[in-house]
């Protein structure tokens, strides 16, 4: 702990190269001139001096407030009507439609005893055909 002391100590006289402490000590280099006279500016007056801008608004409170509304209402329009959309989509294709009506088809013929699959897709007695000339 005294050593601990001891370097703090050194790093804060400025000792430069080696320390008044242990061996293992560093003093770390300093800034550069001028910079301890100047303390770091808060985040608040920095960003009062340079603000960024989303092209919302010119004052800078509005703008992030504007930018904020504008990205939450938007991506969640976009997840939630395009969900819906897709889930409300009508059939592509007629794909489930197809299905239904093949399943009725099979149920009814089924019913009826013949056989699911015929080779004939019309029933040829009720086709008029064209002479054979």
Do not use: C
Not at 45 to 51: E, G, T
């Amino acid at each position: 702990m005294a050593a601990l002391r001891r370097t703090l100590r050194a790093l804060q006289a400025g000792a430069r190269g080696r320390s008044a402490g242990t061996p293992g000590a560093v003093a770390l280099p300093r800034g550069p001139l001028g910079a301890d006279a100047h303390e770091e500016e808060p985040m608040a007056v920095a960003q009062r001096k340079n603000p960024d801008y989303h092209g919302f608004s010119a004052e800078p409170d509005v703008d992030v407030l504007n930018m904020r509304a504008v990205f939450f209402t938007g991506i969640s329009v976009a997840i939630v009507l395009g969900s819906v959309f897709l889930h409300y989509m009508p059939d592509y294709g007629l794909q489930q439609w197809a299905r239904r009506e093949a399943e009725l088809q099979v149920v009814e013929r089924e019913r009826r005893g013949l056989p699911l699959l015929d080779s004939n897709y019309y029933d040829p007695a009720r086709l008029t055909l064209p002479p054979p000339e």
